[in-house]
């Protein structure tokens, strides 16, 4: 939206000689092509049905607390996207201590991982927006869980994270006072933040199938 020859987005008013300034003179803020960023917003904005996504993922058991998930095509505004030239593998365990193998995070590590992720591109895609050059950022997450939850042994632990904490490092050229502002931006922006904080309906069903065939030994 314009208002006052600035350009008002999602709370923030950036002036439009700043925009062209960076759309003319410098393409890229933070590894990010400014033109083409602000013509996702301004396409979505003209097109609502454009920015609905439908993400997916496949996940398969492989032996013990190991799985594997498969990523790969996803649609986007109203048709299949199938772009990715190959598939996105990600592989689950458990420590050793909880009887895996190691082969990968667990689940709960990996919901860390999604956290962080998404709270980072969050962040770095609204400093894009805002023009603010980002040098460094990082972000450390701690999880607290009780297993005794998990294993059964105490119906009144929840099975879940009982508390996460989230610390952003970020040196940039902006105050400080901006810098916690974009902090926040990013909270509420991130779906993920926002899937974890609030309640999501998930919907579960099951399917029998078959087992695979074994080989025989010849």
Not at 25 to 36: G, S, T
Request: with cysteine; glycine share 8%.
């Amino acid at each position: 939206m314009v208002k006052g020859g600035n350009i008002v987005y999602a709370g923030w008013v950036c002036s439009k000689a700043m925009v062209v300034s960076e759309m003319g003179n410098d393409r890229e803020i933070n590894k990010l092509n400014v033109e083409r960023l602000h013509g996702l917003i301004e396409g979505v904005r003209d097109n609502p049905n454009q920015g609905k996504y439908r993400f997916r993922a496949k996940n398969e058991w492989i032996s013990g607390g190991h799985s594997c998930t498969t990523i790969k095509n996803f649609w986007a505004g109203g048709c299949e996207d199938t772009s990715r030239r190959k598939a996105h593998v990600l592989e689950g365990d458990e420590p050793e201590s909880l009887l895996g193998e190691d082969r990968g995070p667990n689940a709960t590590e990996a919901l860390l991982h999604a956290l962080g992720a998404c709270l980072n591109a969050s962040f770095i895609y609204h400093a894009t927006v805002q023009g603010v050059h980002v040098d460094r950022l990082e972000i450390e997450l701690d999880g607290y869980i009780d297993l005794n939850g998990f294993l059964g042994l105490d119906e009144k632990v929840a099975s879940q994270f009982q508390q996460i904490h989230v610390k952003f490092k970020v040196a940039a050229d902006a105050s400080k006072e901006k810098l916690k502002r974009l902090c926040e931006l990013a909270k509420k922006r991130s779906p993920v933040f926002n899937s974890v904080t609030c309640p999501v309906p998930v919907h579960v069903v099951l399917e029998a199938v078959s087992a695979p065939a074994k080989a025989h030994a010849h």
